[in-house]
């Protein structure tokens, strides 16, 4: 029931990369996805900023398209990745220039090259006074990442959250990193997507935040999302606003839900609600069947 017919080359278009920032706690990520949020709102838009949905879109001053996960963290990484949903495109290793490489420096490293996600390194906090980037660049050899200022291949863009000062750079270095990934997905077929954030509105009902892989996800579509299914009542974007449709790379607020889904389930959209009905309560009933398993065990 669920499509997953490979695409063929000539209905692919290219989409957004979907960038996560990882590095050592403190060491700035929610600052920096904070302040590229904030110089990306046009004027008379300011009202979106306060706007929270799991993931926002920038557009750089060359006008491509960037899709943040605007939730920083290694937890968030690796559960979604352990439970396939493998979302993101491109790391950026945000390490502080008045630090050092740290433990989870390191982790970050490791699961961006256990994952194969082509990794940048921003380094950070270069507006204080002892910030010292090529003690990071070299510090980064010893984890064999060597940095394009020392004639590797990973790029490395010294930027200040605070100030602002090479947020501009770091989008393009990440806009030229997706240009050689070439990354591509059908806007024509049944939607699937990742959940990166769910919870129960009191106001509104179950909700979920849902990064669209393939396809375009529409209102009235019916959907199954790992053990929930729903029919799409409302999808807002990440400006707070009412769309009819999200394609690749774009994310949405689902509204519909039968039930609250979890961080990482995957949303299939299915041609009728017995359908959906049904695969979620196989799901249903699997889950089940492996507590019980495990109880017993
Ligand atoms: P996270 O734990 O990696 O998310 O780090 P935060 O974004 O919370 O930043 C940790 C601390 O460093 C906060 O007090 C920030 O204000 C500060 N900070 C972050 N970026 C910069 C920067 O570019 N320059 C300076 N001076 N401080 C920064």
């Known amino acids: 029931v669920i499509d997953t017919v490979e695409d063929k080359a000539e209905d692919l278009q290219s989409r957004p990369p979907i960038i996560t920032i990882m590095g050592h706690v403190d060491h700035g990520k929610t600052s920096l996805l904070d302040a590229i949020r904030k110089a990306n709102v046009v004027s008379g838009e300011a009202g979106g900023i306060t706007q929270h949905i799991g993931a926002y879109q920038v557009t750089t001053d060359s006008g491509a398209v960037l899709s943040f996960l605007d939730t920083p963290g290694h937890a968030a990484f690796t559960s979604m990745r352990a439970r396939g949903a493998n979302v993101t495109d491109i790391v950026v290793l945000v390490v502080a220039a008045?630090?050092?490489?740290?433990?989870?420096?390191?982790?970050?490293?490791?699961?961006?090259?256990?994952?194969?996600?082509?990794?940048?390194?921003?380094?950070?906090?270069?507006?204080?006074?002892?910030?010292?980037?090529?003690?990071?660049?070299?510090?980064?050899?010893?984890?064999e990442v060597i940095v394009e200022k020392l004639s590797g291949d990973?790029?490395?863009?010294?930027?200040?959250?605070?100030?602002?000062?090479?947020?501009?750079?770091?989008?393009?270095?990440?806009a030229l990193q997706a240009e050689i990934l070439e990354l591509k997905a059908n806007p024509d077929r049944s939607a699937q997507g990742a959940v990166i954030e769910a919870q129960l509105d009191i106001g509104r009902g179950p909700v979920a935040t849902v990064l669209v892989q393939h396809g375009t996800l529409r209102r009235g579509d019916i959907f199954v999302v790992g053990e929930q299914w729903?029919?799409?009542?409302?999808?807002i974007n990440d400006k707070g606003e009412r769309v009819e449709e999200a394609g690749p790379s774009v994310p949405v607020e689902v509204l519909g839900l039968n039930g609250t889904p979890e961080a990482g389930d995957v949303l299939n959209v299915v041609e009728t609600e017995a359908q959906a009905r049904e695969i979620a309560e196989f799901r249903n009933q699997q889950a089940k069947d492996k507590r019980a398993a495990a109880g017993a065990a």
């Open 154 to 174: 990973v790029q490395d863009v010294e930027v200040s959250a605070k100030t602002g000062l090479g947020l501009d750079e770091l989008l393009e270095a990440i």
């Open 230 to 235: 729903g029919k799409v009542r409302a999808l």
């Open 98 to 143: 008045d630090d050092a490489v740290m433990p989870q420096t390191v982790e970050a490293i490791n699961h961006a090259k256990a994952a194969g996600v082509p990794m940048i390194v921003a380094i950070n906090k270069v507006d204080k006074p002892e910030a010292d980037p090529d003690k990071v660049r070299s510090a980064l050899l010893h984890h």
